[in-house]
């Protein structure tokens, strides 16, 4: 095994990754490959963002449920964080895992960490560690071990010619088929229907001139949202609203001048856009709205290494219903799975299509396709928004389903069936939080979820599973997974769980010091 000190002569990223295997990627298989698993659950988000979010190291908790790996006795885990994990947060997770001893699983998994807590990505804090990451390429065994990511940068790539491990990701020198102008380029490639939009452009006449275009051709917009090339969940789009400036009544010139005025007031949530705009670009679309009914469904996918076959597989693994809310009402808050009836068929389609699409540029792993949809009349119109090259906010809860029911998505219908043949639905946050619950530890959580009955019964397959632990006693936050046998029973679970937690705190709150 070639250790940090060899890196130079080392094989490069892409070289690294034709050692990746087919099964490699596949999470859910009981008796898979014999392979070893780093994950590091690194944010590896700009350092702007990262300071954005309390507690940041700790959402590394988010990919805990990534330990489905170790259903399989053939697979070894080293699991990279920050700080240390608490072991009843670990233990929370093995113990839902069905077909294996939670003491067998335990056994197979090394727990790391730097720490180091500060508002940094994990990846950095690695690099910047020699000793621990010689330590960690003792652990993986050579020809037969590969590193798993929330996202992959040039740190992760980094990362992975310094141990001269492959990284199951894809290379970041693709993330134009993630941004904004490469979404649109790869929608219209396979006539995967998306909004009126614009080219790239890098200041805010060029931006003006662009929107008042987009108007000039489509006078019956209301508004449009302008998009940061690279934004990331929502925090890079602003929606501007065209019925004050009334634009129909003003000349070109005018209309212009107005539209660029508007700019200096768009409620961007990165307060510096300008400046990011003139270093990575922006375009404006088309803001879908009207008709009865409006949603913002996704379709998830993985592309699995090609291998020996020199052919990457892909395949559908979920739809959601994404909730949306922050400012804009464009950053992403939490799901439901899987995605209305009436158009789940149409976005696996269109998911299909994409990832083949990805899988012929050479993307690997998850990748996901948000859209709008609008009810007009008895019909859905469906139309693309983004693609993102990486694990999101619906990885998780996916995975939590997968890790404690052991059952498989039906690629005919799009519902996810317990080994019994029971669909099963789920409603998930990351966003569960208030300040009543500031002060309760993990173990005062799973008390009062147990005692209500509410956590996850694989008799009943319906209950709560929870992640972001870390987060609970400091910030009153956490995130969970709602499961039942349909919307309406995952939907009444997750009500329950959010008021039982609610009323046992703040009772907790009452007794005498």
């Known amino acids: ?130 000793a621990l990451l010689a330590r960690i390429a003792e652990l993986m065994r050579p020809g037969r071990s590969f590193i798993s990511c929330f996202v992959v940068t040039e740190l992760e790539k980094q990362l992975s010619e310094r141990l001269q491990i492959p990284l199951l990701g894809t290379d970041p020198a693709l993330g134009y ?31 003006a001139e662009a929107i008042a275009e987009l108007w000039e051709s489509h006078p019956q917009l209301n508004r449009c949202v302008v998009k940061l090339n690279e934004g990331f969940s929502g925090e890079g789009n602003a929606p501007l609203d065209f019925a004050p400036l009334d634009l ?26 300008f400046t990011l705009m003139a270093q990575q670009g922006a375009l404006v679309e088309a803001w879908l709205d009207g008709g009865e009914a409006l949603s913002s469904p996704s379709v998830q996918g993985t592309i699995h290494p090609p291998g020996s076959t020199g052919q990457a597989r892909v395949e559908l693994v979920s739809t959601h219903e994404q909730v949306l809310g922050g400012v804009s009402g464009q950053t992403y808050q939490g799901c439901r799975f899987p995605c209305d009836n009436a158009y789940r068929l149409e976005l ?87 300040p009543a619950l500031r002060g309760l530890l993990p173990e005062d959580l799973i008390d009062i979820v147990a005692e209500a009955g509410l956590h996850f019964d694989p008799a009943h397959l319906r209950g709560s599973v929870f992640h972001l632990l870390g987060c609970l006693s400091e910030y009153g936050k956490l995130g969970m997974t709602c499961i039942g046998r349909s919307a309406a029973e995952a939907s009444a679970v997750f009500a329950a769980t959010q008021q039982t937690l609610l009323q046992r705190a703040r009772s907790l709150q009452t007794l005498p010091h």
């Open 1 to 130: 095994m070639n250790t940090t000190s060899q890196t130079a002569a080392g094989r490069s990223f892409r070289d690294l990754q034709t050692d990746l295997q087919p099964l490699w990627g596949d999470v859910t298989i009981g008796q898979g490959p014999d392979v070893d698993v780093l994950v590091v659950p690194s944010l590896s988000l700009e350092r702007g963002q990262m300071a954005q979010i309390k507690g940041a190291h700790l959402y590394e908790e988010r990919q805990l449920f990534s330990l489905i790996r170790l259903r399989d006795p053939g697979v070894r885990m080293v699991y990279a964080t920050s700080k240390p994990l608490a072991d009843l947060v670990v233990d929370a997770v093995l113990e839902l895992l069905p077909g294996v001893p939670a003491s067998h699983a335990r056994r197979r998994l090394h727990l790391l960490d730097t720490d180091d807590a500060s508002d940094r990505p994990l990846t950095e804090k690695l690099l910047e560690r020699p």
């Open 177 to 207: 088929w993630g941004s904004k102008a490469g979404s649109r380029e790869l929608f219209a490639r396979c006539g995967v229907p998306h909004p009126p939009g614009s080219p790239l452009v890098h200041n805010p006449d060029a931006l």
């Open 248 to 273: 129909a009544g003003l000349s070109s010139p005018e209309r212009r001048r107005v539209l660029r005025q508007s700019l200096d007031s768009l409620p961007m949530p990165a307060p510096d856009w």
């Open 348 to 434: 696996m389609r269109y998911g299909q299509a994409i990832g083949e699409a990805l899988a012929a540029e050479g993307a690997l792993e998850r990748y996901a396709v948000d859209f709008i949809a609008r009810r007009l009349g008895d019909r859905w119109d469906v139309q693309a928004i983004e693609v993102n090259l990486r694990q999101g906010g619906t990885t998780h809860p996916y995975l939590a389903l997968s890790a404690i029911t052991a059952g498989a998505l039906d690629h005919q219908s799009g519902l996810y069936r317990s080994p019994t043949g029971e669909p099963l639905h789920y409603e998930a946050t990351d966003t569960f939080s208030d």
